[in-house]
């Protein structure tokens, strides 16, 4: 398929594909089933990932990126998808990829120094704090009850959050805070940049979590009580931290999405090459007409889920914020991806049920994706509440109500 993508873009996806087949999936084969693989393993991946040209693309080449817009990133995302080492290894693994995202577009140039160089050199893990327990902030994130008030020179910050990824390994956290009680609920709420070892803050535990293997994953529960942090900690504007969410939001939805579409078409791939080799019933299992009809719908759906995201995300380069779109590419994605890996599982049998393959770690993981970043039905909220604003059409005006 052609997606139109730059010639950038199309270099970039290339390098990318190399350095997944060449490096990622041999060191993959070399783990799978053994549990999370230690950091070094990564570490190594990050370094030949260098060599390969493919390190953290998306972010500007002063901070140790590569400078490249968030369309032309796009292949590059579906191939790090490929396997669960290859987000990490090319840096472009959440919540650090979003978070970096969000430190160079609005952190000052301290907090770029202090925080997203090194977290681009993989030296420092962050985390992204705004989910909280009921009745606190998730799905409805006005409901948001951690605050933060002024005291001197300095900020209070107090509440309870949890699902914070990366909590367990992070150095800082990207705290969101109600900062003007009286505000409207979508605004008064701004982003604070809060280190792990400040007085306060206390990660109360790693939450045990449905999820794939392969490598170290933590979503954690988080206290903060009167911790203080200096003004400058502030993050962006003052009162604007749903507005610099949205911001990170769009663009970490999009290459998301492409990460999963890799995962997915990665199972569908090793679904196919068994189904040709596996015989049942006087046939390959790639003969049966039903299992023939699956790969195609799959196909059919993961081409629709590249190009929406695609135009999507050229969109936000243009400088808009497409919630639209990208709450479209979002909820289609995520229900394309977990119904493509649930097909590859069963078409595999015990195969896909064991650990020798990749396929059961992608199911375990692949679950979340329909919840994070917006469940399924805050995004068809927002789709459906487009779809019903300025409808007008003057064939109703003479419609007989029985």
């Not at 039903?290 to 969109?315: G, I, S, Y």
Request: hydrophobic share 35%; proline share 4%; net charge negative.
């Amino acid at each position: 398929m052609e997606y139109d993508d730059s010639p950038q873009a199309a270099e970039l996806g290339e390098r990318a594909r190399e350095f997944m087949d060449e490096v990622v999936l041999p060191t993959e084969r070399e783990h799978l089933g053994d549990g999370p693989v230690d950091e070094s393993v990564i570490e190594d991946l990050r370094e030949q990932a260098r060599e390969y040209d493919v390190y953290c693309p998306q972010i500007g080449e002063e901070h140790g990126g590569m400078g490249m817009d968030l369309r032309d990133v796009l292949p590059l995302f579906e191939q790090a998808g490929r396997s669960l080492l290859g987000a990490p290894a090319m840096r472009v693994d959440a919540p650090d990829e979003g978070n970096m995202h969000t430190l160079e577009l609005v952190g000052t140039e301290e907090q770029k120094a202090e925080y997203l160089d090194p977290l681009v050199d993989a030296e420092i893990h962050s985390g992204f704090s705004m989910t909280e327990p009921k009745q606190g902030a998730g799905s409805d994130p006005k409901m948001i009850q951690t605050t933060a008030e002024r005291d001197g020179d300095e900020w209070v910050i107090d509440g309870h959050k949890w699902w914070t990824t990366n909590g367990g390994v992070a150095d800082f956290f990207i705290v969101m805070a109600r900062t003007d009680p009286d505000a409207h609920p979508y605004s008064g709420c701004s982003l604070f940049l809060v280190d792990r070892d400040a007085d306060g803050v206390d990660v109360v535990r790693d939450i045990p979590h449905l999820g794939q293997a392969l490598t170290h994953e933590t979503h954690s529960e988080i206290r903060y009580e009167n911790v203080r942090v200096p003004e400058s900690a502030l993050l962006g504007e003052l009162d604007e931290g749903f507005t610099h969410a949205q911001q990170r939001l769009g663009p970490a939805r999009l290459t998301h999405c492409m990460r999963f579409t890799g995962m997915a078409t990665r199972a569908l791939d090793v679904a196919k090459a068994y189904m040709q080799e596996r015989e049942a019933f006087g046939s390959t299992l790639a003969d049966k007409q039903a299992q023939r009809h699956k790969v195609a719908d799959a196909e059919t759906r993961l081409h629709a889920v590249r190009t929406m995201v695609r135009h999507a995300a050229k969109r936000i380069d243009e400088g808009e914020e497409a919630r639209i779109p990208v709450s479209m590419s979002k909820v289609f994605a995520a229900n394309t991806t977990q119904e493509t890996i649930d097909f590859a599982l069963q078409a595999c049998g015990g195969n896909g049920v064991g650990r020798d393959l990749p396929i059961a770690d992608f199911y375990e993981a692949v679950r979340a994706f329909r919840i994070v970043d917006g469940a399924d039905e805050v995004h068809r909220r927002v789709i459906a509440r487009d779809a019903f604003e300025d409808v007008d059409d003057p064939a109703l005006e003479n419609l007989t109500t029985y």
